[in-house]
């Protein structure tokens, strides 16, 4: 049964990827797998500039979460872990792997205290603490956390809450 499901999930997979991975270089911007990722300017939260569009070549997780939320806390563990297997990995249109950590906290103190007890220095941190109000949250229509992979050419791979989901597709396009 087990072997069965994975069988499944593989094909299921495949079939996502191959349905977008083609050489059509006018994907339209959208939230849908396959569109464009919207491209969007910030600061990261030591104040540095972050435009998304520098990042073009990689893949990237945003890693929309919030330092309240039991579950995003408990799978920073997990994201953690990710970035330290595919960080220098070449990918299927990208190369590294990156962590785009947005978080829809409205407080500074609990956030960076998250940050560090959860030892997610090595993301990328942006915050305008206006929680799902933020321009990024609207643009990409978040209202609770979720995660976002984005290919080297960006364009959406998939978007799901598990990262179980978002690691199937980094091994996938690791293989390929």
């Not at 297997?85 to 956030?111: C, M, W």
């Not at 941190?125 to 050419?153: Q, R, T, W």
Request: charged share 20%; with cysteine.
């Amino acid at each position: 049964m087990k072997q069965l499901k994975l069988i499944l999930a593989t094909i299921t997979v495949s079939l996502f990827f191959l349905s977008f991975m083609n050489d059509n270089q006018d994907a339209v911007v959208g939230l849908e797998a396959g569109n464009k990722a919207p491209v969007f300017q910030a600061e990261l939260i030591d104040g540095t500039p972050f435009n998304l569009e520098d990042l073009q070549g990689k893949m990237v997780l945003l890693n929309f979460w919030a330092s309240y939320d039991a579950q995003s806390r408990m799978n920073n563990y997990y994201l953690n872990d990710m970035l330290e297997t595919y960080k220098a990995q070449a990918f299927h249109n990208g190369e590294e792997f990156v962590v785009v950590s947005i978080s829809l906290d409205r407080f500074k103190a609990p956030l960076k205290l998250a940050i560090e007890q959860d030892e997610t220095m090595e993301f990328m941190h942006i915050c305008d603490f206006m929680g799902a109000n933020s321009s990024i949250s609207k643009m990409y229509n978040i209202e609770e956390p979720v995660n976002i992979l984005i290919d080297g050419e960006g364009r959406i791979v998939n978007k799901d809450v598990e990262y179980s989901t978002i690691e199937k597709s980094l091994a996938f396009l690791a293989a390929i």
